[in-house]
């Protein structure tokens, strides 16, 4: 954790999230450990699994005995829920059970949905989730995650409309990756990043990396820069896009209920 520190301090970046994958397993005590040592700087999200046996005991402790404020649900086909659990609905009783856990606690739900048009992309049921509880911060990753193809790119655009609610937020993380191939300057990434921009709002995108996978095909420095050197947003909306939109939806209500 003093590595992502280092390279923060290195790269003019003052606050982050930390959000797990499930390569490992679930990383719960170590993430709330980096965030309790550094509390101004870093907030942690944690992850379990709603079909698993005690799940009740495991999440109390998690977000009323430790206070994460923050509960992140892979859904993926790869590495996550819907790894384990083929079946997986979104508005299944399980999900919906702990999508009710979490907004009636307060906390933001932070959902991947997976590879675009995997079994886990499950736009209909996310909206349907998403609308039963208005107060509550939703956050999706990847952007949905499009797989750059021109003949894909519509259905993705319905994808996000569908989702672009006024609680909805969208991190930007490996959409390079996701849409590659793309080379510097990185034209077809901004492409879509200005297309997510007019159907969201850029108050509802969010910078994001997926550090440290992430370098090993971008620097950090490269992955801020594809938006704070592009003209496609004003010197505010990036401002929005790299601080402000996080800042606002993680930061400054920590805590939960």
């Known amino acids: 954790m003093d590595d992502l520190i280092r390279d923060m ?21 170590y993430t709330w450990e980096a965030a309790a040592r550094y509390p101004e700087r870093l907030a942690a999200a944690a992850m379990y699994d709603p079909y698993a ?10 977000f009323r005995a430790l206070g994460i404020s923050i509960v992140k649900f892979e859904l993926s086909v790869g590495s996550g829920i819907m790894g384990l659990h083929k079946e997986m609905c979104l508005t299944d009783d399980v999900m919906t059970d702990a999508i009710d856990y979490a907004a009636g606690n307060g906390q933001v739900i932070i959902l991947d949905i997976g590879k675009y048009k995997s079994p886990s992309w499950q736009i209909e049921n996310a909206r349907q989730q998403v609308l039963r509880h208005p107060e509550t911060e939703f956050v999706f990753c990847h952007l949905l995650a499009p797989n750059g193809k021109a ?4 259905e993705w655009k319905r ?27 990185y034209e077809k990434t901004r492409h879509y990043l200005k297309v997510a921009g007019s159907i969201l709002g850029e108050a509802h995108l969010m910078f994001g990396t997926d550090y440290p996978s992430v370098l090993k095909e971008l620097s950090y420095d490269a992955c801020i820069g594809i938006i704070r050197d592009s003209d496609a947003f004003t010197e505010a909306e990036k401002e929005q896009i790299l601080f402000k939109n996080a800042e606002r939806v993680f930061f400054s209500n920590r805590g939960g209920k």
Do not use: C, W
């Open 53 to 62: 046996r005690g799940m009740q005991r495991v999440r109390d402790h998690l």
């Open 151 to 154: 003949e894909d790119e519509d």
């Open 159 to 185: 994808a996000l409309e569908a989702l672009a609610l006024p609680n909805v937020s969208m991190d930007i993380s490996s959409l390079t990756h996701n849409i590659r191939p793309d080379e510097p300057p």
């Open 9 to 29: 301090d290195a790269n003019g970046v003052e606050k982050a999230v930390l959000l797990q994958g499930n390569y490992y397993g679930f990383q719960n005590l």
